[in-house]
């Protein structure tokens, strides 16, 4: 893959507008076009650097140069989440090749005609199926439902009751697992093997959600342009992603990667319990590495983060790729996310904030500082700009939100 394949995924998001524009109404301001905003983030980087009281406005010379901002995909319309990037899409372009298939359009025809009665009728005969812990469920079980396709989630027993829920009322079936993420994409899988009419996503080895993912590459080198930030080799841009088995984060790396060059660098955020993607690299890359192996349980509140091991079609992309992989206990996920709204007024899921930690520790670590000295950018930092990356939160209901805000309240004071 190079980068024509992420162009060409985003020229493929434009054509589907006006299709996701009819089926969601959510979608009529922008067009059809599911993007998330860009904030700068000031009064957040204060608390979490601790150069200054919350509403300072120095900046001391110390940890806290350079700027800060939030890709907010935990905004994300449709699918509430960073998954609606690849879910989304990968529904999209497999409805278009059914369709194709079965002799009701032609690939060059409109992608609006995908939701003519005669085709629904047709994906009506069809299941779309994928295992998940949340997240993605919603994208594909959300998209697959509004085409008219039979959808179904594999849903590992760590996945949160609210997702099932909201999934179920848009009249997708649940089928629940006892074990984790591996166990719900393995039995998934299989079955859609045996059944007549089922498509798959496939997780830990699709090609079409990684270069969905890639497409928001584009997008924000745009918005980066439109809030005046240079990237280039006086202004490099740090980039911190939560991570699961890697196909989102991964996804948008290629993308940054090949559109930004040598002037990015990207750094994945894992659970403690769930470090999928650094096992994997850590062995070379060449092949996934269970957390079992190394005795770690995989058990994290980040749901969306819960994996065992890595993709076996992302972690080799990512062994060039990829700048460095950390990873963060649950009690900063929940106190980040209070820091979060206390700072900036944004709502996230604990998940989300797992990136969050990644400048202090870039800039306050050996491993950091020996990050920058190699790659000779530690006198770049006062030009330099630090995105953190949120993938969930705007579906959570109130109440659950709250719980999260409180137990992080609770771990921030006893600090």
């Not at 969930?392 to 805000?405: C, D, I, L, Q, R």
Request: net charge neutral; charged share 25%; hydrophobic share 40%.
């Amino acid at each position: 893959m190079q980068l024509e394949d992420v162009m060409e995924a985003e020229r493929q998001w434009h054509r589907f507008a006006g299709l996701l524009a009819a089926l969601f109404p959510e979608l009529a301001a922008s067009r059809g076009i599911i993007e998330s905003p860009l904030f700068p983030a000031d009064r957040l980087q204060r608390d979490l650097m601790g150069n200054t009281p919350m509403g300072g406005t120095e900046h001391s010379a110390g940890l806290g140069r350079g700027r800060w901002f939030i890709k907010g995909d935990h905004a994300l319309p449709v699918a509430g989440s960073i998954k609606a990037r690849g879910g989304i899409y990968e529904v999209l372009l497999h409805a278009r090749a059914l369709a194709v298939r079965e002799g009701l359009m032609r690939s060059e025809d409109d992608p609006s005609n995908l939701g003519s009665p005669a085709v629904r009728a047709m994906f009506s005969r069809h299941e779309v199926a994928v295992g998940s812990t949340g997240n993605l469920g919603l994208s594909i079980g959300v998209m697959a439902a509004a085409l008219g396709f039979r959808a179904t989630v594999h849903m590992s027993s760590d996945a949160k009751e609210w997702k099932k829920e909201r999934l179920r009322k848009r009249g997708v079936q649940i089928i629940e697992h006892a074990g984790d993420f591996g166990v719900a994409v393995a039995a998934g899988r299989e079955q859609a093997r045996k059944s007549a009419g089922s498509y798959f996503v496939d997780d830990e080895n699709s090609p079409r959600l990684y270069l969905g993912y890639s497409a928001a590459a584009v997008r924000l080198k745009r918005q980066l342009a439109a809030a005046d930030v240079a990237v280039d080799a006086e202004h490099p841009l740090f980039v911190y992603l939560p991570c699961g088995v890697g196909g989102a984060p991964g996804g948008i790396t290629f993308g940054l990667r090949h559109l930004l060059g040598d002037h990015v660098h990207c750094f994945f955020a894992e659970p403690v319990a769930s470090p999928a993607v650094l096992l994997g690299l850590a062995a070379g890359g060449h092949r996934p590495v269970s957390v079992r192996e190394v005795g770690l349980d995989n058990r994290t509140e980040a749901d969306g983060l819960a994996v065992g091991q890595a993709s076996e079609f992302v972690l080799p992309l990512m062994r060039t790729l990829v700048s460095g992989v950390f990873t963060v206990p649950d009690a900063d996920l929940f106190e980040n996310l209070y820091r979060l709204e206390r700072a900036e007024g944004l709502h996230i899921e604990p998940s989300a904030a797992a990136g969050f930690p990644g400048p202090r520790w870039l800039l306050d670590s050996s491993a950091g500082e020996r990050y920058l000295r190699e790659h000779g950018l530690l006198d770049r930092m006062d030009t330099a700009t630090h995105l953190l990356w949120t993938t969930g939160g705007a579906f959570v209901p109130e109440e659950e939100y709250w719980k999260f805000h409180e137990r992080g309240r609770k771990g921030h004071e006893r600090r």
